[in-house]
């Protein structure tokens, strides 16, 4: 249950990025709490995955908190830019 750590470039606002997060999660049966600075979520993708996010301009730090051991953070981290156009 490793930790992951990374920054998501996104383009257009703020509202945008985080109402495609909440679709993408919720979409899955996650559950996504928070606003524009800050927030949590939850999903349960072949086991549970956690974290956090925190928003700064057009930039989303997301920290996986809870991870099955198999899914790489690299993994994890290439679904989310696939999802929100970011670099």
């Known amino acids: 249950m490793s930790k992951c750590n990374f920054t998501i470039t996104f383009p257009g606002t703020t509202d945008d990025v985080l109402a495609k997060t909440r ?10 709490m928070g606003d524009v600075n800050s927030g949590t979520f939850n ?35 290439s679904f989310m830019k696939s999802k929100f156009g970011g670099g």
């Not at 679709?23 to 996504?32: D, K, L, P, R, S």
């Not at 072949?46 to 953070?73: A, H, R, V, W």
């Open 43 to 77: 999903v349960q993708v072949m086991g549970l995955i956690s974290g956090t996010y925190q928003i700064s301009g057009q930039m989303m730090n997301i920290e996986i908190d809870s991870k099955p051991m198999f899914i790489p953070c690299s993994q994890i981290e």
């Open 23 to 32: 679709t993408a999660i919720e979409e899955q049966g996650g559950e996504f």
